[in-house]
């Protein structure tokens, strides 16, 4: 997420679907074919404050925020003034879902748990008289209002249904316990005074994108946890200079948190802050199991951890740190994967070796480790811990906020999105260069990778983009796509392929730009298909106002697309959302609290989506 709040204007008009196409005909063309590409129909740019999908799909809406998440006999229900306490908070969908995944039950493709990530809160909404006052209730509603949730589905005629009770059924949230494991597990930068050990921490927060491991774990990543940080700004600021890389510092924080809970105050504790940013490791078969941070991973605003094996079996995980001007890492274990699940493979996250990426203008790239005696790191915990710092000094190139990593499934290629960077080029901020070379690059781009012997565990790669974004009917934004079949978007965050080498592409436009310069005529935000074999790139959903798209996942059979509606209604000021947005609950803005929920997507006539 960029944390962006302020009024979208809406003033906007639309272009046609139709002329935004003719207008984006550019100067880079794709030798594609004459067969239609995508099997749907297409929709156009939207301003409704509705889920729009092609004529010839469906759609139903699962697991709104409050609503119950099916943990033994406590099934709370959501009350629409947003009077349920902390306690209920506890047992209900968190607030802004966003990473996602489905892990099928059996093999038939019936029972499903669905894993996915709460990235934050809108105060404003949480709470039946809003933001103000804050209070000790509040702050602990807030805490149990982010993390992950496990529900159960099952399949029916009629659609998907959440399985009530469930025995998967959980909800991991800032107050959840959990253990620290790798390298930095246990170092002086993790002990606190409620936590002498180093080693076992409260709570995961901004929760973002994911991965999932070869061993069938869950893994979630800590995005924008300096947000929950701070301390009043008249305590005065701080002469840490990896606290001021971070962001943890006093006034740094979005939510007061700290005022009613003082492990969030970065003066009173800060060695607190490090034990956030991290990849968390969760068993969604086992509803008892511990969480585990996974220091080896590295610490930063970790927004996806995607999995792959190397040619010789281990496992390598790519993630993006989305801040302006940070980096791409890649995690390689030490060990292989063994057969046996989790239980055979419990401690390969916390052995391997960290690298950040560099991209050369040659179109070459390299992998650089970070390693003990980096910039002057006294260990390897300290090098884990103040990643970016090491990566800095290893020469690794700042990016336009790498957001999610996607592997197609056959090629092994790795395409990361990067979403925008307002600050590229600006006066005293880094220049363009080969990879980044847009100034104040609000559209975004989609790059791709290669690495060298097609081997996951390479130090070298070959790298190129795969699209520069925004709208190309504005003048002066030098947007080019792979196609002139593309359908026009900005600032791409979510990535996800399918079993059949799809890449669904999910946007992240802030609010406050919507309709406005480089997304001019993009309308709400999108998840687009794209078909790598043609250039092709179709818009298949646009969502309501103020809402993010998020957290794609296409079933193994192709049959049901799920993603998230993240922040309906989001706006910059004090109870926006709900003049901007009702859904899904209500048919005017003003009608109805607008809450985060899982779209399931499936073809009317049953056949695999996207084709
Ligand atoms: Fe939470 Fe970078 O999106
Ligand atoms: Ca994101
Ligand atoms: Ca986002």
């Known amino acids: 997420m960029e944390h962006v709040r302020q009024h979208p204007d809406r003033r906007l008009v639309l272009q046609s679907a139709m002329a935004a196409v003719v207008a984006m005909m550019g100067p880079v063309g794709y030798a594609g074919t004459s067969r239609p590409p995508l099997g749907f129909t297409a929709v156009p740019a939207s301003l409704r404050d509705a889920v729009v999908v092609p004529p010839e799909y469906e759609y139903q809406v699962l697991y709104r925020w409050g609503d119950p998440t099916g943990i033994g006999s406590s099934l709370p229900a959501f009350r629409p003034d947003a009077s349920n306490t902390a306690e209920d908070q506890a047992l209900q969908a968190g607030m802004h879902h966003d990473g996602m995944h489905f892990f099928p039950l059996g093999s038939d493709g019936r029972r499903a748990l669905l894993v996915l990530n709460h990235e934050y809160t809108d105060e404003h909404q949480l709470h039946a008289d809003g933001a103000a006052p804050l209070t000790a209730a509040k702050v602990r509603k807030s805490q149990h209002a982010v993390g992950v949730s496990v529900i159960e589905i099952e399949r029916l005629p009629s659609g998907w249904r959440q399985v009530l009770p469930s025995g998967y059924a959980r909800r991991i949230h800032a107050r959840t316990p959990m253990h620290i494991a790798g390298p930095a597990a246990g170092s002086a930068l993790l002990q606190t005074a409620a936590d002498p050990s180093g080693r076992e921490v409260l709570g995961t927060l901004a929760n973002c994108a994911m991965g999932v491991t070869p061993w069938g774990t869950y893994l979630t990543c800590e995005e924008n946890f300096h947000g929950y940080f701070g301390a009043d700004k008249s305590r005065g600021g701080t002469s840490d200079a990896a606290a001021r890389r971070y962001g943890t510092t006093p006034g740094g924080q979005w939510v007061d948190w700290y005022r009613f809970d003082e492990s969030f105050d970065v003066l009173k504790h800060p060695n607190e802050s490090h034990r956030f940013g991290w990849v968390v490791e969760i068993d969604p078969m086992d509803p008892t199991s511990t969480p585990i941070k996974r220091t080896a991973l590295g610490r930063k605003c970790t927004e996806s951890a995607t999995c792959t094996l190397t040619r010789d079996g281990r496992v390598a995980v790519y993630m993006g740190d989305d801040a302006r001007f940070e980096f791409i890492y890649k995690f390689v274990s030490r060990d292989r994967v063994r057969p046996g699940g989790y239980a055979a493979n419990r401690d390969l996250l916390d052995h391997g070796t ?12 390299a992998w650089l480790e970070l390693t003990n005696g980096d910039n002057g790191h006294a260990d390897q915990a300290e090098v884990l811990v103040h990643a970016r710092l090491g990566a800095s000094a290893r020469g690794a190139t700042p990016m336009d906020r790498p957001e999610w990593v996607a592997i197609h499934p056959r090629t092994a290629e790795v395409f990361v ?8 080029g600006a006066p005293g901020r880094p220049a363009v260069d080969a990879a980044n070379p847009r100034a104040n690059n609000l559209g975004g781009h989609i790059m791709r990778w290669t690495e060298a012997g097609a081997d996951a565990a390479a130090t070298t790669f070959t790298w190129s983009h795969f699209v520069l974004a925004g709208d190309p009917a504005v003048p002066g934004t030098d947007t080019r796509y792979p196609s002139p079949q ?121 056949g695999a989506v996207g084709t």
């Open 354 to 365: 960290l690298y950040a990426a560099r991209f050369d203008a040659s179109g070459q790239g």
């Open 417 to 424: 999105s990067l979403t925008n960077n307002s600050q590229r």
């Open 486 to 606: 593309a359908d026009a978007f900005g600032a791409p965050d979510g990535l996800h392929f399918d079993s059949a080498g799809l890449l669904w592409i999910q946007t992240d436009m802030s609010g406050q730009a919507i309709g406005k310069g480089t997304y001019a005529n993009l309308g709400n935000n999108a998840l687009l298909c794209a078909d790598l074999a043609t250039g092709s790139i179709k818009r298949f959903l646009t969502g309501p106002n103020g809402s993010e798209i998020t957290g794609c996942v296409v079933t193994p059979d192709r049959s049901t697309l799920f993603v998230n509606i993240q922040h309906p209604g989001e706006t910059s000021d004090s109870g926006g959302a709900r003049a901007n947005s009702a859904w899904p609950d209500g048919s005017e803005p003003g009608s109805a609290r607008p809450r985060s929920a899982i779209v399931a997507v499936r073809r009317r006539n049953g």
